[in-house]
């Protein structure tokens, strides 16, 4: 599985505001594969969550109030980096969101 850590810096003026990176995370008790959103301290702030149970996509801010910019940047990694269901059916993005 992809374990590779992104980055994305979000700026105003030239100057950075927040950084964000995203990781995969595997999740046995959900059935399932997903995209997380954290802080550069390296806390979750959202997910984005792919079942293999019913192949729904969902997404999770757990309460945190996230810039709209975070967000785009988190589903735009989840369509690049998220391919498939664990059956290696296709995730259809334009399904889903």
């Known amino acids: ?21 995203t990781q995969i995370f595997s999740d046995v008790e ?3 594969i997903g995209l997380e959103l954290l802080s550069d301290g390296g806390d979750v702030l959202a997910e984005v969550f792919c079942s293999d149970d019913d192949h729904s ?4 801010t ?3 109030d996230i810039p709209l910019a975070a967000l785009a940047y988190l589903l735009n990694s989840a369509w690049q980096r998220l391919k498939t269901f664990e059956d290696g059916t296709a ?3 334009a399904e889903t969101l």
């Open 1 to 21: 599985m992809d374990r590779k850590i992104s980055s994305g810096f979000f700026f105003m003026n030239g100057v950075i505001l927040m950084a964000y990176k």
């Open 30 to 32: 959900r059935n399932g």
């Open 57 to 60: 996509v969902s997404v999770n």
């Open 62 to 64: 757990f309460d945190n």
């Open 91 to 93: 995730i259809d993005w």
